[in-house]
């Protein structure tokens, strides 16, 4: 099964990037490596041999990492790829995270597949991919099964799609259609990746053993630095859905006194 690794990458994760290319050459084999970069600028520095690069640069509010992902995908089935795989450009594969997609889709190829994250500390910092087997911690947000189980996802667990790793045949990618082009910035194209699938009736299976491993970096919760992003892409996603995502995050800024509800709509605090 020809397999695509599709990343969506940036300058300020060239250290990331550089330790997934490197922990990928090991663990895969005849892949088609596809590398969207969403800087205002192109890449100066030249990629690995075999590597499909395209610009994808930033639309009026930020960063495109739907549409980023839509065009390497499109990319990818240009060079025949028969299974795409997305990864975060922070995140490293684990040894057998290719063969359980593989195998996953193989069975499922109507399905949305889903592989166990293990967010690594500060100071892992795994340069083989031998090293990463001794390192697996699920976060316990998501269903964690034995390598070479899968099960689908019940209606509610669609909400627990991360796009940090996931896969799909070309079939269900056409089904589905790509992500949604109007989210700009940081948040909520995952979800609503995950909603559009539901509502097409398209299965969602969480894999076992297809560990992804997310490279640390400093973060904040709630993502204070992101807080006008949410609140646009959350409001695009209401309008789209109904509903609100990332409410957990929305409810810490309204206890901040950052944001206030007003109707239907969340909106900064004068």
Not at 27 to 49: N, S
Not at 122 to 138: C, G, H, I, T
Request: hydrophobic letters at 45%; charged letters at 20%; one cysteine or more.
């Amino acid at each position: 099964m020809k397999t695509a690794v599709i990343t969506v990458a940036s300058a300020a994760r060239q250290e990331h990037l550089e330790r997934q290319r490197r922990v990928l050459a090991e663990v895969a084999d005849d892949i088609v490596r596809v590398e969207a970069w969403l800087d205002e600028t192109p890449p100066t520095q030249a990629p690995d041999a075999g590597t499909l690069t395209l610009h994808v640069p930033p639309g009026p509010h930020g960063m495109r990492v739907g549409e980023g992902r839509n065009r390497a995908a499109a990319r990818a089935l240009e060079a025949g790829a028969e299974l795409l795989v997305f990864l975060d450009v922070d995140c490293l594969p684990g040894p057998d995270l290719l063969p359980a997609y593989r195998a996953a889709a193989a069975g499922h190829p109507d399905a949305i597949l889903a592989g166990a994250v293990t967010y690594l500390a500060s100071v892992q910092r795994p340069e083989s991919a031998s090293d990463l087997p001794f390192l697996v911690r699920p976060h316990r947000a998501r269903p964690a099964l034995p390598s070479g189980w899968t099960r689908p996802a019940n209606p509610p667990e669609y909400d627990l799609f991360w796009s940090l790793s996931f896969a799909m045949t070309p079939a269900t990618w056409a089904r589905i259609g790509g992500f949604h082009a109007g989210y700009e910035g940081y948040g909520a194209e995952d979800t609503d990746l995950a909603w559009t699938a539901r509502d097409a009736d398209v299965e969602m299976r969480w894999v076992g053993g297809a560990d992804a491993f997310h490279q640390w970096h400093p973060v904040s919760s709630p993502p204070w630095q992101h807080l006008d992003d949410i609140l646009r892409n959350g409001a695009t996603f209401h309008r789209r859905w109904g509903s609100w995502p990332m409410g957990g995050w929305l409810d810490a800024f309204a206890a901040a006194g950052a944001i206030e509800r007003r109707g239907d709509e969340w909106v900064r605090t004068a």
